[in-house]
């Protein structure tokens, strides 16, 4: 059986989840928390060297990590995946540009404002994040307000990868209605028939970090 | 003939130059500066709405943006880019990897140490991507201690994408011969038939931004 090393925080995390979901592929998760440090800690490094969740161990012991990589790998022989060239080019894009501007504006806001030890201190940067989202969300609803889909005439892993952070965005204070075409789009995914609710966990078995890892010597 | 929009500071914009001068295909290029905050100029943006270069327009007047997505696209055919679906999916972790991890630390990091009006109100930020810039060049110099090339057997689009920002390194105080394999792997990649030094154009026509697009009414 697979097993996925994250947490239910992690929209990354969930991206994954919803592929495996989708494809009924069973899976086990082992617990790998950021707010305490674990996706740093030596065992897991040794796994993951990137010293990030999502990962996923293969039943030979191979590992994958990163979520665009593991949706890619995962979407294989779906239509979550266009046989087109120049379509599977705008799935990245619209991937790329999740992890590049997307995430880091909404997912360390929200890291900042439900994590953070003293947000108080982190006032610039987090009036710089709420703009950037803004910014990104518009993007969003711009590209929504004349296609159903972000990337495609289908759903494709760039609705995925899109959705968990911006699901979340209330979490930070940007209601997603204020973003009409995003609203709905938000809907329409949550209509799919394998979609996965935030904070879900489609896991067979909930394997915590010490009992996977053993403890150090 | 393909119109490229960007910049030679940008690393993001190198590698889609590479790419395309690896693959001998001519292109012109529109000079659209982040300095001067041309990405996000309503005439830049109504062609590419995510607000960042590198972008292409093919003949056909379809856009194509996002670096990831380019070097994915005009990757098709060619060795770069795997035949095989996990190994393919590898190529694309390192991607990923350098857009999330590498990029923001080390382009950023850049970018306030050479463009910031004032840097020295920066120095907790500085600090603290300097600390995850040491990280990621770490994590690379671990991987290319075991093998050649970043993802696979053969240079593939993942050497292309973390090439720039790492041989820059050194323009934001972490000097890559510190990283013994990751010199070498620098010098590897430099001596690749098709190889294009950075701050290095393979456009055959440069057109100034406001003759590309025009004054403003």
Redesign the interface.
Same mark, same amino acid.
């Given at each position: 059986m697979l097993t996925l090393f994250g947490n239910l925080d992690s929209g990354n995390v969930h991206k994954v989840q919803t592929i495996l979901h989708a494809r009924d592929i069973p899976f086990r998760r082992v617990d790998v928390r950021q707010d305490r440090g674990q996706p740093r800690d030596p065992r897991f490094l040794a796994l993951n060297?990137?010293?990030?969740v999502p990962a996923v161990r293969f039943e030979d012991g191979?590992v =994958?990590?990163?979520?665009? /990589? =593991?949706l *890619?790998?995962f979407a294989?022989g779906t239509g979550l995946w266009p046989t087109d #060239? #120049?379509r +599977? /080019? @705008?799935v =990245? #894009?619209w991937? *790329?540009?999740e +992890?590049?501007?997307h @995430?880091?504006a909404l997912a360390v806001l929200r890291y900042l404002m439900r994590f953070a030890p003293d947000p108080a201190v982190q006032t610039d940067r987090i009036a710089e994040l709420t703009q950037k989202a803004r *910014?990104v969300l518009g993007?969003l609803d711009? #590209?929504l307000a004349t296609q159903d889909w972000i990337a495609d005439a289908v759903p494709t892993i760039a609705d995925l990868a899109l959705y968990p952070y911006t699901r979340l965005a209330g979490e930070i204070g940007l209601d997603p209605g204020a973003w009409p075409a995003l609203s709905r789009w938000l809907t329409r995914v949550e209509s799919l028939p394998w979609h996965l609710p935030v904070y879900t966990d489609a896991a067979t078995e909930l394997i915590p970090f010490e009992a996977y890892f053993g403890s150090v010597a």
């Open positions: 060297p990137m010293g990030k191979d =994958l990590s990163d979520s665009g /990589a =593991l *890619f790998h294989e #060239r #120049r +599977q /080019a @705008e =990245l #894009r991937m *790329f540009f +992890q590049y501007s @995430e880091p *910014f993007v711009d #590209r």
